[in-house]
């Protein structure tokens, strides 16, 4: 399964699918056999990068609609 990335309105980044997570290092975060996991987006969770559900605790808000972004620039 390709992986899905899905912004939640008001919460976290959810990735589900097939995919692997590493941290700037490169060491690779142990999922427990999970295949979807959400990724905070308020930075208020204990457990960053995963969300812990504090975003709904904080009130946290922000409202993302799908949009396209401008042409890439060419790489030199
Ligand atoms: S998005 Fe859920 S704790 Fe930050």
């Known amino acids: 399964m390709p992986t899905k990335v899905t912004i939640f309105n ?3 980044i959810r990735l589900e699918g097939d ?3 590493q941290d700037a290092a490169g ?3 142990g999922l427990g056999g ?3 996991i959400g ?3 308020c930075g208020l ?3 960053k990068p995963f969300c812990d559900g504090q975003h709904g605790k904080a009130g946290f808000e922000s409202l ?3 949009h396209d972004l ?3 620039k060419p790489k030199v």
Do not use: I
């Open 45 to 47: 969770s204990s457990k």
């Open 10 to 12: 008001n919460g976290p």
């Open 70 to 72: 401008p042409e890439a």
């Open 64 to 66: 993302c609609e799908a």
């Open 19 to 21: 995919f692997t997570m």
């Open 39 to 41: 990724l905070c987006r």
């Open 27 to 29: 060491n690779v975060y």
């Open 34 to 36: 999970r295949t979807a």
